[in-house]
């Protein structure tokens, strides 16, 4: 069964510290690994990544898969109280199929 | 941009009554997913379809079903409500298998 496990279960600093968040993953096929920003509504989505390690960015997030480890990270830099939220990382194993998430980390940034 | 569009956003519910969610995907979006989120959980998934075809069951209890329409909009049915169905549920798109869009999702209670 695929597993998908997210460190840490939640985090509490201050705006303008820089944090990373980590997902591990276990499963059978890998096609690509999903970052989710969830506030109290739907999770909005942020990244896609695939094997090819290529890292992405936006604004002050930025996030890279190391296919060796079977890890991603999700950075954010100078965080804001904006960012606070619950940050879910997801597998999908092919084209189409339905995601399977980590428990998420739950991210508070104190003014 | 438009986005899944998803209801009623609030259901409250007594035991053993049915329930019925509705999703509006996307315009050209041909998947749509249904995920249940009990609280303080991650999404897990439900069943999905491909143009208008189940395409992936996951852990859909029997007593709930679910379709999607030739305009693409799908409906989850739920009969014989228990307490245990008490959630938030999630509807996402996707076309051609690509990155999945979440609705708002529709919070059920049931009493």
């Known amino acids: 069964e695929d597993k998908v496990v997210q460190s840490p279960l939640s985090l509490v600093v201050h705006e303008g510290d820089t944090v990373t968040l980590n997902c591990s993953y276990e499963v059978t096929n890998f096609r690509s690994l999903l970052w989710y920003k969830q506030e109290k509504k739907a999770p909005t989505f942020l990244f896609m990544l695939t094997s090819s390690g290529i890292e992405k960015k936006s604004g002050r997030l930025s996030s890279i898969l190391d296919k060796k480890e079977l890890s991603s990270i999700l950075n954010i830099t100078a965080t804001q109280t904006g960012d606070s939220a619950i940050y879910l990382c997801?597998?999908?194993?092919?084209?189409?199929?339905?995601?399977?998430f980590g428990e998420g980390t739950q991210l508070t940034v104190n003014p | 941009a438009a986005g899944v569009i998803q209801s009623p956003r609030h259901l409250i519910k007594e035991k053993r009554e049915t329930a019925t969610l509705k999703c509006y995907p996307i315009?050209?979006?041909?998947?749509v997913y249904w995920y249940q989120q009990g609280p303080g959980q991650d999404p897990q998934f439900l069943i999905s379809f491909y143009e208008k075809m189940q395409s992936d069951k996951g852990s859909i209890p029997d007593r709930f079903s679910a379709q999607q329409f030739s305009d693409y909009h799908s409906e989850l049915n739920m009969s014989s409500l228990e307490l245990g169905d008490s959630a938030l549920y999630f509807c996402?798109?996707?076309?051609?298998?690509?990155?999945?869009?979440f609705g708002a999702g529709t919070r059920l209670s049931v009493l």
């Open positions: 315009p050209r979006h041909d998947t």
């Open positions: 997801a597998h999908q194993e092919t084209s189409g199929s339905r995601l399977t």
């Open positions: 996402a798109s996707s076309r051609s298998g690509n990155i999945q869009y």
